[in-house]
């Protein structure tokens, strides 16, 4: 057997596995096909790069995905202690410079001398796994080759979905005539004030704001609608438009379903004041910062498959981006994921083969927390794997608590479901609450909260 532990994939579950690993004085070689090769939205030689949105989501333990980050955070996780230390403002989400937060994981693999870092393609996993543990972490954005690979390894006939990336734009172009910074709710103007005065408030506290907004009336909201609906996209193949995932919709497919579906979604403007009217607008397009110096912004929600000329002439209608300069441009990409209901265990260990591991999104995962989580355990389980090798040295796996959130997520990969599809982390995988039901939601999301760490903490004692 190997004197190593092969990691496929420099993502966020890669390196994750490859820290975990690493740091109990395993050797890891850790397998990373760029800059040889470049998937269709990754555009930079780091690791751990963020491709799609640069939000991590809530941080509060009320919130599924807060409560994920923190047990990760008492995990020692890497990835979610270099999102704390590279994060900009978000109000009471963790949004990172993904730049800064991609460099800094890169410097931290590259430094540890357990890990070698090969940059080559790898398109056969049952050849290394003949003779010793790998951890497959290739992302959503598996090359085609070894997508193929594992599709005939897991013999599985669908190995996909799509999902779409929102564009970045340059703050220095949007007309702050028009567009004013504020959290929801935070900025409405109070009773009390003058609407000079909340003006003034509003200029002193915008250093503090992590969001643009961008008002719009009804002519302003309906013109831009229709101009969504109708703008050109980049062809799907018939099969492929039935293999959307619903959580990263792109927002011309959204506006299709109503006129209104927009603004009771990512431009509802409830919570809004428009500083050039005092009242609440009709809709609302909020741009969230992107980046630790805010010179970039991404439009939240604004996922999308439009051709790059569409993206400019149709978002360029919306109020204060008139003259907008487009960083970046949306995209729609494919996502490789596998059936794990039937393939893996609660481990993320391939039932057929107990040498391989996958981790990530590839597992059906959604999210970059999950993603980061679903290292986690392969790696500390692919540890035990490795420690076992020696007959005289037997520990049992680790399978985390389903009181847990990043116990339910594995439980929810590894279960039989005939409609299994990408799972974010929500409070609707974990067992409910024993006894009498308590009706306030923020109370039973923070009880939900406190079991979970308490089961967590068990695990920490008895296997970690």
Same mark, same amino acid.
């Given at each position: 057997?190997? /004197? ?6 420099? =993502? ?19 397998y ?8 269709p ?10 491709v ?6 809530? $941080?509060?333990l009320?919130?599924?995905? =807060? ?5 990760l ?8 202690? +270099?999102?704390?230390e590279?994060s ?14 991609s460099?800094?994981v ?7 001398e ?13 050849? +290394?796994?003949?003779? !010793? ?9 598996t ?17 996909y ?10 703050k220095?172009?949007?007309n ?14 109070k009773?009390?004030e ?17 969001y643009?907004n961008?008002?719009?009336n ?17 062809t ?21 379903r109503g006129? /209104? ?9 409830? =919570? ?9 607008p ?15 912004y ?13 993206q400019?002439?149709?978002f360029?209608m ?8 487009f ?7 494919? $996502? ?10 609660e ?5 057929? $083969? ?5 981790? !990530?999104?590839?597992?059906g ?32 796996? +680790?399978?985390f ?5 990043i116990?339910?997520?594995?439980q929810?990969i590894s ?40 089961n ?7 296997n970690?």
């Amino acid at each position: 057997m190997k /004197d190593y532990i092969t990691i496929i994939g420099g =993502g966020l579950a890669g390196t994750e596995a490859a820290y975990q690993i690493a740091k109990r004085g395993i050797k890891v070689k850790l397998y990373e096909m760029k800059p040889i090769k470049f998937s269709p939205a990754h555009s930079n030689q780091n690791l751990a790069e963020i491709v799609c949105s640069n939000s991590f989501k809530s $941080n509060l333990l009320t919130n599924a995905c =807060g409560l994920l980050k923190e047990e990760l955070r008492r995990l020692d996780s890497l990835l979610i202690k +270099i999102a704390d230390e590279t994060s900009v403002p978000a109000g009471q989400a963790l949004a990172v410079d993904r730049e800064a937060f991609s460099q800094k994981v890169t410097r931290a693999i590259e430094e540890n001398e357990n890990i070698e870092i090969i940059h080559e393609e790898i398109t056969n996993i049952e050849e +290394i796994a003949k003779e !010793g543990i790998v951890i497959i972490a290739t992302g959503p954005l598996t090359s085609d080759e070894l997508a193929k690979n594992i599709q005939e390894m897991t013999t599985q006939d669908k190995l996909y979905f799509y999902d779409a990336a929102a564009p970045i734009v340059n703050k220095d172009s949007i007309n702050f005539d028009i567009a004013f910074y504020g959290d929801r709710y935070a900025q409405e103007k109070k009773k009390e004030e003058s609407i000079e005065e909340w003006k003034k408030r509003l200029e002193e506290e915008k250093e503090e704001q992590s969001y643009i907004n961008l008002p719009m009336n009804q002519e302003e909201y309906e013109t831009f609608m229709k101009e969504l609906i109708h703008a050109e996209v980049v062809t799907l193949h018939a099969f492929e438009k039935r293999e959307i995932f619903e959580g990263c919709m792109p927002i011309e497919i959204m506006a299709k379903r109503g006129l /209104d579906t927009l603004r009771f979604g990512p431009l509802k403007p409830v =919570g809004f004041d428009d500083p050039r009217t005092g009242k609440r607008p009709y809709a609302v397009v909020q741009l969230r910062q992107d980046d630790k110096q805010a010179t970039m912004y991404n439009m939240v929600g604004f996922q999308t498959n439009l051709k790059y000329g569409e993206q400019k002439r149709v978002f360029s209608m919306i109020p204060g981006l008139e003259n907008a300069e487009f960083v970046k441009y949306g995209v729609m990409h494919r $996502n490789t994921y596998i059936n794990s209901t039937e393939l893996l265990d609660e481990t993320y260990n391939l039932k057929s $083969n107990s040498n391989i591991y996958f981790a !990530g999104q590839i597992t059906g995962v959604e999210g970059y927390v999950e993603s980061i989580s679903s290292g986690m355990v392969a790696a500390l389980n692919a540890i035990k794997d490795f420690q076992n090798r020696d007959e005289t040295h037997q520990t049992h796996k +680790i399978t985390f608590s389903p009181y847990t959130v990043i116990g339910s997520l594995a439980q929810y990969i590894s279960t039989p479901n005939t409609k299994f599809q990408p799972m974010n982390a929500n409070f609707g995988i974990l067992p409910q609450l024993e006894g009498k039901k308590v009706k306030d939601k923020k109370e039973r999301y923070m009880k939900l909260a406190e079991r979970s760490l308490e089961n967590l903490d068990v695990n920490l004692d008895v296997n970690v």
